[in-house]
């Protein structure tokens, strides 16, 4: 029988190789459409970010259901690499790097394709966002930050509530240390409760700020970012292998 630890790296594992299915997906339309193949269509590219969108959606749908089985296995993930853990944020990414990472995609596809922009070569991806959707964009980066904010403060009054009643002071009574303690585990219990109750919350903001930017990208801009943002996820799992080697743990 599996023990929670493999459920839940399991669960991350198949994760992971949904991002690489849907990359390669995403990179293929592309390459048709940039090697003289009938045009990227609207429509395509919406049925592609959504299947993307559907995907995570079914993905924190998984992990509400198994916070429940391991909390902190989610929190200190044993299969993420330890570039990966230093890097998270209530157990996963700060939903505010989807807006960083379409920053840094506007200004950097705007230089390396400067010429072909102004020949108007260049069509529909990020390159190309208009003044309107910046503003958007800067709207929901401001109204992300307040909500990460906010969840960043719950998790720290969770997190010094093991330093107060009655954790604490049962810990200073004890006559050994570790012993165990009924008072204790339900403290416990209740501390992970509200810990996989925060993380739900957390991911639902990743969800619902992902669905927005979206919304605000025409759907080839979605396909552009969603290509960057897969890449960037399996990339750093991978250097972070590659870290781990280096230093040892793996």
Not at 59 to 80: E, H, T
Not at 104 to 122: D, T
Not at 171 to 177: D, G, I, P, T
């Amino acid at each position: 029988m599996a023990s929670d630890d493999q459920i839940l790296q399991r669960c991350f594992h198949e994760w992971m190789a949904i991002q690489e299915q849907e990359l390669n997906q995403l990179l293929q339309a592309l390459n048709q459409n940039g090697n003289g193949g009938d045009d990227l269509t609207e429509t395509t590219c919406a049925q592609l970010t959504e299947k993307s969108v559907n995907s995570f959606q079914e993905y924190i749908d998984k992990r509400a259901q198994l916070s429940r089985l391991d909390i902190s296995g989610l929190f200190s993930p044993s299969w993420n690499t330890a570039l990966e853990k230093s890097l998270l944020w209530v157990a996963g990414c700060r939903p505010s790097i989807y807006i960083r990472l379409t920053y840094a995609l506007c200004g950097s596809e705007v230089e390396f394709q400067l010429s072909e922009i102004i020949q108007g070569l260049v069509r529909g991806n990020l390159g190309q966002i208009s003044a309107a959707q910046l503003r958007m964009i800067n709207d929901l980066h401001m109204k992300t930050i307040k909500e990460e904010e906010k969840l960043s403060n719950k998790l720290a009054g969770l997190q010094e509530n093991i330093a107060d009643q009655p954790i604490a002071i049962v810990a200073k009574r004890m006559s050994r240390v570790g012993e165990t303690s009924g008072e204790v585990d339900h403290a416990l219990d209740e501390h992970e409760s509200s810990m996989a109750n925060i993380l739900q919350e957390a991911d639902k903001l990743r969800l619902s700020t992902l669905k927005e930017l979206l919304s605000i990208l025409t759907p080839l801009q979605g396909v552009d970012f969603l290509v960057a943002s897969k890449k960037l996820h399996l990339c750093m799992h991978e250097w972070g292998k590659t870290r781990d080697n280096r230093h040892g743990r793996r």
